[in-house]
């Protein structure tokens, strides 16, 4: 186990590396191409970011364990919003962007219910992955085109965001990065998944549940990295774009991808289908009560989505073990944490509404 465990964490440490240089090579090369920073940082780095995810779901379908494919996904889209946004806000309160609102946070909970009517029949088939891809594809698209019409001080904010140096200027270093990132990307990922593997065995755990434990949260590396970093540099738009982003790409690329690669399609577990896509779903729609109460995401919200984050990881491992107070903790969490989220969610937003009632 010792022996795994290294492999484990030497898989982790491969993966991110490999994210950054290939977000490093491919930006650097992008705008060396004369491509805008903006359009940059919503293709190439939000994207990056999620190239762990790509590399693990498709290595995990390729050798036969589906279930880490799609517990990764799901595992990840859960993190990037309970753990990751719930960090960035203790660390500094997250201003959203308008934009994000009216747009990206719809279209991700647009995906996030593509996907649960997708694999509510047991698999994600090829045609069904396909447009996934076709999705992904007219998605960046149309922030290309929506691109051109952005202020310069937009631009400026993604500039900030284009790795800097004098050593990776030529296009052959970049050129190289790319190339290296990718395999990093490879190997880490063959030796995240195989370690992976091990433990649930010798555990006594499901291939689904270490996907949407461990290496949900080993893949998501680069989001937290990134978006904890906006938080500190006072970047709060790009923390919360960087996950709403990730998000969008994990659905329709990383699986779409990895169902047109994956033999016979990619078979969704009755596990997943019953409970993990519905916790994805129900995350995805707790953005829009938050930032209706004021475009901003707070640091008790923040505090309330870490807490939500260990009560579904306190779930996930007490139903693997058949605990016997796992009953005890459902129902209160059903009976009294739940009903006391909504009914705070609720006075926060009439009362945002009534002071902005009373200022007209």
């Given at each position: 186990?010792?022996?795994?465990?290294?492999?484990?964490?030497?898989?982790?440490?491969?993966?991110?590396?490999?994210?950054?240089?290939?977000?490093?090579?491919?930006?650097?090369?992008?705008?060396?191409?004369?491509?805008?920073?903006?359009?940059?940082?919503?293709?190439?780095?939000?994207?990056?970011?999620?190239?762990?995810?790509?590399?693990?779901?498709?290595?995990?379908?390729?050798?036969?364990?589906?279930?880490?494919?799609?517990?990764?996904?799901?595992?990840?889209?859960?993190?990037n919003v309970l753990l990751i946004l719930g960090i960035a806000a203790i660390i500094a309160p997250l201003l959203v962007a308008e934009q994000i609102i009216r747009q990206e946070i719809p279209i991700m909970i647009g995906a996030?219910?593509?996907?649960?009517?997708?694999?509510?029949?047991?698999?994600?088939?090829?045609?069904?992955?396909?447009?996934?891809?076709?999705?992904?594809?007219?998605?960046?698209?149309?922030?290309?085109?929506?691109?051109?019409?952005?202020?310069?001080?937009?631009?400026?904010?993604?500039?900030?965001?284009?790795?800097?140096?004098?050593?990776?200027?030529?296009?052959?270093?970049?050129?190289?990065?790319?190339?290296?990132?990718?395999?990093?990307?490879?190997?880490?990922?063959?030796?995240?998944?195989?370690?992976?593997?091990?433990?649930?065995?010798?555990?006594?755990?499901?291939?689904?549940?270490?996907?949407?434990?461990?290496?949900?949260?080993?893949?998501?590396?680069?989001?937290?990295?990134?978006?904890?970093?906006?938080?500190?540099?006072?970047?709060?738009?790009?923390?919360?774009?960087?996950?709403?982003?990730?998000?969008?790409?994990?659905?329709?690329?990383?699986?779409?991808?990895?169902?047109?690669?994956?033999?016979?399609?990619?078979?969704?577990?009755?596990?997943?289908?019953?409970?993990?896509?519905?916790?994805?779903?129900?995350?995805?729609?707790?953005?829009?009560?938050?930032?209706?109460?004021?475009?901003?995401?707070?640091?008790?919200?923040?505090?309330?989505?870490?807490?939500?984050?260990?009560?579904?990881?306190?779930?996930?491992?007490?139903?693997?073990?058949?605990?016997a107070s796992m009953q005890a903790f459902s129902g209160v969490m059903l009976g009294y944490v739940m009903p006391l989220t909504v009914i705070t969610l609720v006075v926060s937003i009439v009362r945002h509404n009534g002071q902005?009632?009373?200022?007209?």
């Amino acid at each position: 186990m010792l022996q795994q465990a290294l492999l484990f964490a030497l898989g982790l440490i491969t993966l991110v590396i490999g994210a950054e240089g290939l977000v490093r090579g491919a930006s650097r090369l992008a705008v060396s191409f004369g491509i805008s920073p903006l359009v940059v940082g919503l293709t190439v780095v939000a994207f990056g970011t999620s190239a762990p995810e790509m590399a693990v779901s498709v290595g995990s379908a390729l050798g036969g364990t589906p279930d880490i494919a799609i517990g990764n996904v799901v595992g990840s889209n859960i993190a990037n919003v309970l753990l990751i946004l719930g960090i960035a806000a203790i660390i500094a309160p997250l201003l959203v962007a308008e934009q994000i609102i009216r747009q990206e946070i719809p279209i991700m909970i647009g995906a996030t219910v593509l996907l649960l009517v997708m694999a509510l029949d047991g698999s994600i088939n090829r045609l069904e992955a396909a447009v996934l891809v076709g999705l992904v594809i007219a998605y960046t698209v149309f922030l290309v085109l929506q691109s051109r019409r952005a202020s310069k001080a937009i631009e400026d904010d993604f500039a900030s965001d284009i790795p800097t140096s004098n050593w990776d200027r030529h296009w052959s270093v970049q050129v190289l990065l790319v190339i290296v990132g990718l395999g990093l990307l490879v190997l880490g990922a063959d030796w995240l998944v195989s370690s992976a593997v091990s433990f649930a065995r010798a555990f006594g755990v499901s291939d689904l549940v270490i996907g949407l434990t461990v290496v949900a949260v080993g893949t998501s590396m680069p989001e937290i990295a990134t978006s904890i970093i906006a938080a500190l540099r006072g970047q709060r738009d790009i923390a919360v774009g960087n996950v709403v982003g990730s998000n969008v790409f994990n659905i329709c690329a990383v699986l779409g991808v990895t169902g047109l690669i994956a033999p016979g399609g990619l078979p969704v577990s009755e596990a997943a289908r019953n409970f993990d896509l519905w916790v994805m779903l129900a995350v995805a729609f707790a953005c829009l009560p938050i930032l209706i109460t004021g475009r901003e995401i707070a640091r008790w919200e923040g505090g309330v989505f870490l807490g939500y984050y260990a009560a579904y990881t306190a779930w996930l491992v007490l139903a693997a073990q058949q605990h016997a107070s796992m009953q005890a903790f459902s129902g209160v969490m059903l009976g009294y944490v739940m009903p006391l989220t909504v009914i705070t969610l609720v006075v926060s937003i009439v009362r945002h509404n009534g002071q902005n009632t009373s200022n007209q």
